[in-house]
């Protein structure tokens, strides 16, 4: 494991910078007049400031993922880790990343907002990745390397050898997004991370969890990357009712796996209904809750769709996704309502 220490990998500032102490920091626990943080006395339970650091819902996340509480960040969708990552760890127009292309198109965005050099790897034909290319793509100012596996919009899973490579050799961190992960074939990276310190698993409620309204992402990394990234975070950043909400769904985590059943086994069918329309050029192989499929017109199709009130992703533009829409994979009725336009179109 070649990781650099944390001190040399965050930005100076970061480093030197003392955090905000908020009322609910400086008192934790249970009191019965609570006259610190200059809130209303009426309203409960919203007139309360959330606990800024989400203890019991961390617990409560930890010891269903099998980590330490301290091992898990909590933020306004994976969006806010990945913001906070950047702000961590880049010096603004001198610091770079590596990514995969095509992947998620935050961390592009992301690096943008924080003026920060974005550099691509092109995946190849199966869309997969060779580390020793992302290695070669890397300098010393690289802090950050961006992995989404299962990928998106690919919907593959990265070849674990080449991910693991990475690992044993990159200087800074690695972030693996794995929003889908509950949906595919493999396991979590996340058990691994006293393995790999330079390991961030990024993981959220919004796909198999069935949360994307409640905002709530996860950055599972190592205790000393989380306290960074609580440094830096608004102190409030995860409202009441996501708590709660997020909490509810933790309760129910049997039906989260039958939902996840019913997607995988729509998801098998779909796919074998798609492959038998002329249309359809290529479906790729896919590990997360929808396909990625090479039509004979991605252009007019997606048009098509959209003038019946049936909306999918265009990828068209996309590299290596000529001619490809992205599928997500719906309830039984939604899918044969895509199938039936589809076939009318055929
Ligand atoms: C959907 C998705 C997310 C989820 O983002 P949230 O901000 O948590 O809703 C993260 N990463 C990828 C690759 C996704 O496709």
Same mark, same amino acid.
């Given at each position: 494991?070649?990781?650099?220490? !944390?001190?040399?990998?965050?930005?100076?500032?970061?480093?030197?910078?003392?955090?905000?102490?908020?009322?609910?920091?400086?008192?934790?626990?249970?009191?019965?007049?609570?006259?610190?943080?200059?809130?209303?006395?009426?309203?409960?339970?919203?007139?309360?400031?959330?606990?800024? $650091?989400?203890?019991?819902?961390?617990?409560?996340?930890?010891?269903?993922?099998?980590?330490?509480?301290?091992?898990?960040?909590? +933020?306004?969708?994976?969006?806010?880790?990945?913001?906070?990552?950047?702000?961590?760890?880049?010096?603004?127009?001198?610091?770079?990343?590596?990514?995969?292309?095509?992947?998620?198109?935050?961390?592009?965005?992301?690096? +943008?907002?924080?003026?920060?050099?974005?550099?691509?790897?092109? #995946?190849?034909?199966?869309?997969?990745?060779?580390?020793?290319?992302?290695?070669?793509?890397?300098?010393?100012?690289?802090?950050?390397?961006?992995?989404?596996?299962?990928?998106?919009?690919? +919907?593959?899973? #990265?070849?674990?050898?080449?991910?693991?490579?990475?690992?044993?050799?990159?200087?800074?961190?690695?972030?693996?997004?794995?929003?889908?992960?509950?949906?595919?074939?493999?396991?979590?990276?996340?058990?691994?991370?006293?393995?790999?310190?330079?390991?961030?698993?990024?993981?959220?409620?919004?796909?198999?969890?069935?949360?994307?309204?409640?905002?709530?992402?996860?950055?599972?990394?190592?205790?000393?990357?989380?306290?960074? !990234?609580?440094?830096?975070?608004?102190?409030?950043?995860?409202?009441?009712?996501?708590?709660?909400?997020?909490?509810?769904? $933790?309760?129910?985590?049997?039906?989260?796996?039958?939902?996840?059943?019913?997607?995988?086994?729509?998801?098998?069918?779909?796919?074998?209904?798609?492959?038998?329309?002329?249309?359809?050029?290529?479906?790729?192989?896919?590990?997360?809750?929808?396909? !990625?499929?090479?039509?004979?017109?991605?252009?007019?199709?997606?048009?098509?769709?959209?003038?019946?009130?049936?909306?999918?992703?265009?990828?068209?533009?996309?590299?290596?996704?000529?001619?490809?829409?992205?599928?997500?994979?719906?309830?039984?009725?939604?899918?044969?309502? !895509?199938?039936?336009?589809?076939?009318?179109?055929?």
């Amino acid at each position: 494991m070649s990781t650099l220490p !944390l001190e040399q990998l965050l930005r100076k500032n970061i480093k030197e910078l003392t955090p905000y102490s908020c009322a609910r920091d400086e008192f934790q626990g249970q009191a019965s007049v609570y006259l610190d943080a200059n809130e209303n006395p009426y309203n409960a339970p919203y007139n309360r400031y959330p606990d800024p $650091l989400q203890r019991e819902l961390k617990l409560k996340i930890a010891a269903i993922k099998g980590l330490r509480p301290g091992q898990v960040f909590l +933020g306004n969708g994976s969006d806010e880790s990945i913001d906070v990552l950047f702000r961590a760890f880049c010096e603004p127009r001198t610091d770079n990343v590596v990514a995969i292309e095509p992947t998620y198109g935050m961390y592009r965005v992301a690096a +943008g907002i924080n003026d920060v050099a974005y550099r691509t790897v092109l #995946l190849d034909e199966q869309f997969q990745m060779d580390a020793d290319k992302l290695l070669a793509a890397c300098d010393e100012r690289t802090k950050l390397i961006f992995l989404c596996s299962p990928n998106n919009p690919t +919907g593959n899973s #990265l070849n674990r050898a080449e991910v693991l490579k990475l690992l044993n050799n990159f200087e800074g961190l690695l972030v693996l997004d794995e929003a889908y992960i509950d949906f595919a074939s493999e396991p979590s990276l996340m058990n691994r991370l006293d393995e790999y310190p330079g390991l961030v698993v990024l993981q959220t409620f919004s796909k198999a969890w069935g949360s994307a309204a409640i905002r709530l992402g996860m950055a599972l990394a190592s205790e000393s990357i989380v306290k960074v !990234l609580n440094k830096i975070k608004y102190p409030y950043n995860i409202g009441l009712p996501t708590q709660q909400q997020a909490m509810k769904m $933790l309760e129910v985590a049997p039906k989260v796996k039958d939902w996840v059943a019913s997607i995988l086994q729509e998801r098998d069918r779909l796919s074998k209904a798609l492959s038998e329309l002329r249309l359809v050029k290529h479906i790729y192989p896919t590990d997360a809750n929808f396909l !990625l499929v090479r039509v004979s017109d991605a252009n007019r199709l997606y048009t098509a769709l959209t003038e019946q009130g049936i909306i999918v992703r265009n990828r068209n533009n996309v590299s290596l996704c000529l001619g490809c829409l992205r599928i997500t994979v719906g309830t039984s009725d939604e899918n044969n309502s !895509l199938l039936q336009a589809l076939k009318a179109m055929d």
